[in-house]
């Protein structure tokens, strides 16, 4: 049984990797469908990661709309599944192009931090890192999926659903129907709730659990993509999350106000901000360390493939360009480019084996690490800290989609020379589309803020203060919460490497990202993912093919209207709630 859920008996790693690549897929109606949807997903990761700190490249559910578009109906030429392969490619380097601008977390830490850097600079420098991804993806793509045919699950499970839904009869359009009820569904329910006529209230309190007001206080957040980001996250990671809402925000952060003071949103997220910070950074160190062998074979990986080959000549080429933008746009030293430049380098060879492997790439912590590492270098200003830093990111973006739609090729046969131009393809469409939703949302209402948390760009400017002023950046009760909370986070990241305990214990990730967002986000989460209880009775591939495309669409819908209710607002024809 292969990773789509559908019985097959040729769905292994090993004979999926062999298979031979048949034609392209680089058909118009593909590329146009793949840009279409690039587009929507696209706008949508800019909504979602501005409000939950989660970004999905979307490549499962932009095979299955693909395949809705263009796959169902009789058609003079039948839509292959190159051509599938070919369109959520597109999509997905579109989708994914929101980290490698920076959107998802230094963009939006630079406006925090108050810094002043050119828009077409940070445009320029997302670009560029996309671009030196998607060469080293190219270089790494021999060694790592055909002669050691790493598993890279999101592209093999990727190449999987393509492949059930054009062999297996019905599993298409299955697919393809719930995830167009359920992202209508969200639509209708966003517009209720943030439109006219506004039926569905945007919060429920639960004042039992607390005294807290407005976003500070817990209930329940009426928001499709919450539930549905619940769904697709599991049972172990929204429980983590409501943990870390249940001891931060109505446990700890209130008894360490002053007294008599009101516990309000602005207040209680300041003090929990930094002991977040310390449970996702010291979850993200343990990774990189009980991995450490990581690092030497990323470096025999780059030799074999790049000096060996003569394949360095182009990537050396956007190396340069990148360390010219760093001195003359992003003002960076000279020795601040360098260690920018090599941090990310770094940070990308680890992320290549690192997603092949887990399908988890640790650029968070190696960010973080290079935001120390830079702000110890000479008098860097934490704008310079996050800039620099967020070349690690920005790169590690597309080489992991890139790697990804590699494994999915050789799951289903489409020549990688097509799925590099669908990748460039798609980092045009996602620089043309985000990148303008990000101003037109920012201009709505400010990074941080209620409506929006942007909790990975609060971190980005936590950790850039940490790197510039040490533990002067934090109050002594504040520096000892951290200093537990950095010490709970290396121990649970410890237990889940123990076998048959890992799944048991509560996320570090997941409790950290809980301090960081309104409480009510937990709770809406944790009430989502509660439908797989539910669904527990249900066969697995049953739930493989309903589950994922249902969560997909919930999210897909609220974040669409709510970037259309964003531009309504911005046109005028609409007031704000």
């Known amino acids: 049984m292969g990773p789509s859920g559908v019985p097959d008996s040729d769905s292994s790693p090993a004979s999926a990797c062999a298979r031979a690549p048949r034609s392209s897929g680089l058909t118009v109606r593909a590329l146009a469908a793949g840009s279409g949807l690039g587009a929507v997903l696209a706008a949508g990761n800019v909504y979602v990661c501005l409000k939950t700190g989660y970004v999905d490249g979307g490549s499962i559910p932009a095979a299955i709309a693909g395949f809705a578009l263009l ?70 793509r021999p060694r790592l999926i055909e002669q050691e045919c790493l598993p890279f699950p999101t592209g093999l499970a990727t190449g999987e659903v393509i ?53 500070a206080a817990a209930g329940v957040s009426w928001s499709p993509l919450l539930f549905s980001t619940g769904l697709l996250i599991g049972l172990r990671g929204a429980a983590s999350i409501l943990l870390g809402s249940v001891v931060g925000w109505i446990l700890l952060a209130p008894r360490l106000l002053p007294v008599g003071a009101r516990p309000s949103y602005e207040q209680l997220s300041g003090l929990l901000l930094w002991p977040g910070l310390a449970m996702t950074f010291g979850a993200m160190l343990v990774g990189l360390v009980r991995d450490g062998r990581g690092v030497g074979r990323a470096m025999r990986d780059l030799d074999g493939a ?25 003002s960076l030293s000279l020795a601040q480019a360098t260690l920018a430049i090599v941090i ?126 040490g533990s002067a950046a934090v109050s002594s009760e504040t520096l000892v919460a951290s200093a537990v909370a950095l010490g709970l986070a290396m121990a649970l990241a410890l237990l889940e490497a123990v076998p048959r305990l890992g799944r048991r214990v509560p996320s570090a990730v997941g ?12 709770v809406s989460m944790f009430l989502g993912a509660t439908l797989l209880v539910a669904l527990r009775r249900k066969p697995a591939n049953w739930r493989e093919m309903h589950v994922t495309a249902a969560g997909a669409g919930g999210i897909a819908g609220e974040a669409v209207l709510g970037v259309v209710i964003a531009a309504l607002m911005a046109a005028g024809w609409m007031g704000r709630r």
């Open 71 to 140: 796959g169902l109906g009789r058609r003079k030429t039948p839509y292959s599944a190159d051509e599938n392969n070919v369109t959520q490619a597109v999509a997905a380097s579109a989708a994914i192009t929101t980290v490698a601008l920076g959107l998802s977390g230094s963009v939006p830490a630079l406006v925090l931090l108050g810094a002043e850097i050119p828009a077409w600079a940070l445009i320029a420098s997302g670009l560029l890192c996309s671009l030196l991804g998607v060469q080293i993806a190219c270089a790494l």
């Open 306 to 330: 790049l000096f060996a080959t003569g394949r360095w000549r182009p990537l050396a080429l956007v190396v340069v360009l990148l360390f010219g933008l760093g001195l003359h746009a992003l």
């Open 163 to 215: 492949r059930a839904m054009h062999e297996v009869a019905g599993a298409g359009r299955r697919r393809a129907q719930v995830l167009g009820a359920s992202a209508a569904a969200a639509g209708v329910a966003t517009w209720l709730r943030d439109g006219w006529p506004a039926w569905i209230p945007t919060f429920t309190p639960l004042p039992w659990l607390g005294s807290a007001e407005g976003l």
């Open 344 to 469: 990310a380098l770094v940070a990308a060879l680890v992320c290549a084996r690192a997603v092949g492997e887990t399908d988890q790439g640790p650029l968070g912590a190696l960010g973080q690490l290079g935001q120390l590492a830079l702000g110890r270098l000479g008098a860097a200003t934490p704008g310079q800290t996050v800039a620099g830093a967020g070349l690690a990111a920005n790169t590690g973006a597309h080489l992991a989609q890139m790697l990804w739609a590699f494994r999915a090729g050789r799951a289903v046969g489409t020549p990688h020379s097509a799925l590099v131009r669908a990748q460039l393809l798609g980092i045009g469409v996602g620089v043309l589309v985000a990148w303008p939703v990000y101003t037109l949302i920012t201009q709505q209402s400010q990074p941080g803020s209620g409506a929006f948390p942007a909790p990975s760009a609060r971190l980005w400017a936590a950790m850039a203060s940490v790197a510039r002023e």
């Open 511 to 522: 409790i950290g990202m809980g301090l960081l967002l309104p409480p009510s986000y937990g």
